[in-house]
């Protein structure tokens, strides 16, 4: 698991020097490496970001630096693929890694340094704003809105389940639905793409399911963290019906 993680961690790391990593997508330079689409590579970074969350509890305290700075070069890598959904997961788990990392800080001024460290991150996120392709990505977007054309997507696929029989309401109308869409490309949002697909039954049981596993370990900051996530990026992106 470490292996892997840090392996995969120097992977990106030495990809972020290299030309060939990067492809030209809505008119921004975006980070890929060697997957085909930008989301792709997000996720992938996103997972080593988890793995280093993680693998704090493993290791000793004195190890902690090491692997926050690592975080946030992932945390840059994250946001030179300009997946904006995405980036808002990896942010919050970078925020988790940072709360982490200041407990090797002593109790007193903790929220001050807190407070200090995002202060200066931010600081020098905003001051080179121009430099990242999450920023690039939505100057360039013809729409100047930050679902870049999701409006149109959702209020068509909305109107294509209202407009469905009680039935078809119920049950979903399959999967294949997609496949006789006129407007060619997915929903973009698991709640539409699971109301029309399996219907509000087959919709209820996807958001139950998922939120049930997620709250299985207890109810605490972390699992509501990746509760938000979850529902953030279901009716954001979706992650079935996507494309």
């Known amino acids: 698991f470490q292996v ?8 990106v ?12 997508e809505w008119g ?10 930008q989301h792709l590579a997000a ?5 080593l970001i988890s793995n280093v969350y993680f693998d704090m509890d493993e290791t000793r305290r004195s190890f902690w630096t090491a692997k926050f700075l690592l975080a946030s070069i992932l945390m840059y890598a994250l946001l030179m693929t300009g997946a904006r959904t ?7 788990l970078y ?24 202060a200066v991150v931010g600081a020098y996120v ?21 679902t870049n054309g999701r409006d149109d997507i959702w209020g068509y696929y909305g109107k294509t389940f209202l407009e469905s029989n009680l039935i078809e309401q119920l049950f979903g109308q399959g999967v294949a639905f997609l496949e006789n869409s006129s407007l060619g490309i997915g929903t973009h949002n698991d709640v539409l793409f699971f109301a029309i697909s399996f219907g509000v ?11 049930f596993e997620i709250l299985k370990p207890g109810l605490n900051l972390a699992t509501l963290a990746a509760v938000a996530s979850f529902v953030f990026c279901a009716l954001m992106n979706g992650f079935s019906g996507y494309t």
Do not use: W
């Open 43 to 47: 996720t992938f970074i996103i997972a």
């Open 126 to 146: 905003f001051q080179h704003a121009g430099d990242f392709t999450f920023f690039q990505k939505n100057d360039n977007l013809s729409t100047e809105s930050f």
């Open 13 to 24: 790391i030495v990809s972020l020097a290299l030309p060939s990593s990067y492809a030209i």
């Open 86 to 92: 995405f980036t808002f997961c990896g942010a919050m």
């Open 95 to 118: 925020v988790f890694i940072l709360s982490r990392y200041l407990r090797v800080v002593d109790r007193r001024i903790r929220p001050m340094v807190f407070f200090v460290v995002a």
């Open 4 to 11: 892997i993680t840090y392996a995969c961690s120097g992977y």
């Open 201 to 211: 039954i087959g919709l209820v049981l996807y958001f139950v399911f998922v939120v």
């Open 28 to 37: 921004a330079k975006t980070f890929e490496m060697a997957f085909s689409h």
